[in-house]
């Protein structure tokens, strides 16, 4: 391996996370699997793992009812396939770690020469900024090899992000009680769009997971995946 930052996969892939290709990218094993494993919120939610896989199928099946459009639920499906590699890194988690960067430019006396000359990243939002160049790097590399182009159309990725704040808010109102203060994002979302009800679905099991998200890949992108789908192990 060049000497970048790599992981080994469960297909046994020795994995690059920088500039990864998309002959890299395994969707039954690695991507499916991986997400059907990893729990969001970071599991604080009291009736199991609620998986990345699972909000991933039920916003797709929802956005294919809801607009008959399947290049879009395909789009949906796979808009958090990068976590597959690099794991759910909670937005909480997210600002905390932008607020001990503050701490150290302040202690360091860098914030003001950051904001001045780095507008992108004033505030600062440093990690932030690095973890959106890694996802999108990734998010290429997979949609490339979803056959989906990549950067988004405006309005597919418009539809993307609306979903994802509608599934925010029927998951903590369906798996966590609703919210115990407020969430950035979610007050709008409630005044200007549905929000699902997903409580009928419950919490599914990873196997179950894992196997809903290959069989959408087929659903969703029935040319990129003619074939059977290798089916999870107990």
Known sequence: ??????????SRKAFRLIDPSPD??????????????????????RGGAYSVAQHCVMGADILARETGDDDIAAAFLLHDAHEGPIGDIATPAQNAIN???????????????????????????????????????LDGAIYAAAGIPWPLPAGVAATVREMDLRMLAAEVDAFMGGEVAPWGGLVEIRKT???????????????????????????YLPGRFPYPAISPKD
């Open 24 to 45: 890299d990218i395994d969707f039954d094993i690695d991507i499916a699997g991986a997400l059907s494993r990893l729990a969001r919120f970071t599991g604080d939610i």
């Open 99 to 137: 607020w001990y960067i503050q701490v150290i430019l302040d202690e360091f006396g860098l914030t003001e020469l950051i904001c001045r000359n780095i507008p992108a990243i004033s505030g600062p939002r440093l990690f932030k900024y690095a973890l959106k160049r890694l996802k999108g790097s």
């Open 193 to 219: 769009c549905e929000i699902p009800d997903l409580r009928p679905e419950g919490i599914w099991s990873a196997k179950h997971a894992e196997q809903r998200f290959q069989a959408a890949l087929r659903r």
């Open 1 to 10: 391996m060049p000497d970048v930052p790599w992981k080994q996969t469960a």
